[in-house]
């Protein structure tokens, strides 16, 4: 499926560096999510955009930084990473949040991120 | 707190159905039964959802008891690419509720 693609598949970065994921929908959706999947773990929530309104942030750490400037692009901003960090990064995107059959989540492939 | 409980595990016989329990004993009459699956290191895939009849599409069946307290994902010919963590969630249809994924179901299709 091509709905929600995520950029890059796979990262390797150092703690000290700077790198973004970058996500984008193309189901004319309004709401979009951030998931971590560590391994041997279920997805946790991190982050939740409605409108391009941060409407949910799940006691993340600031060295995550969220970014929606428009309804069909989300990036998530990574800085000073440790490796307990490494895991699988996965974006998704609803209609909206109403309830029901319209919120529904559809998942990008995610991004394979392994900090050394 | 995910609120269903799925065995950990299932094989199947390649070609033959896959019925895969979920049992959910404190659903409420608003929450719908969600089944998604996630292929190794992919996003997890939406497949059915339900909230009292049964269900069909062209992946799969969702079958929901009278009472709402379980229900079962029927996948009618199982093929090795079923291979995948199956995860039955119940969400409520209110505003701005959010999936909470458990450990899932990991089937394995054999040949």
């Known amino acids: 499926e091509t709905g929600v693609t995520q950029t890059p598949r796979h990262l390797v970065m150092g703690m000290t560096n700077k790198k973004s994921l970058k996500c984008e929908q193309h189901l004319g959706h309004n709401a979009m999510y951030w998931y971590k999947q560590s391994a041997k773990k279920p997805l946790e929530l991190m982050f939740v955009?409605?409108?391009?309104?941060?409407?949910e942030n799940n006691s993340v750490p600031s060295r995550f930084s969220p970014e929606c400037p428009n309804s069909s692009h989300l990036f998530l901003h990574l800085h000073t990473l440790q490796p307990e960090d490494s895991a699988l990064y996965l974006c998704a995107s609803s209609q909206d949040r109403a309830g029901g059959s319209t919120d529904t989540q559809y998942f990008g492939p995610g991004t394979r991120l392994t900090v050394l | 707190d995910a609120k269903t409980t799925q065995p950990p595990s299932m094989d199947c016989a390649e070609g033959r159905a896959a019925n895969l329990p979920c049992n959910h004993s404190t659903i409420s009459g608003n929450e719908y039964v969600y089944w998604y699956r996630q292929i190794h290191s992919q996003g997890p895939q939406y497949i059915i959802h339900?909230?009292?009849n049964n269900e069909t599409n062209e992946m799969a069946s969702l079958i929901i008891t009278e009472d709402r307290k379980s229900s079962t994902l029927i996948l009618p010919h199982a093929t090795l690419r079923d291979t995948a963590v199956y995860y039955c969630i119940v969400r409520s249809a209110t505003y701005g509720q959010n999936f909470v994924f458990g450990p899932g179901t990991r089937l394995s299709v054999l040949p």
């Open positions: 955009y409605s409108l391009e309104e941060r409407v």
């Open positions: 339900g909230l009292k």
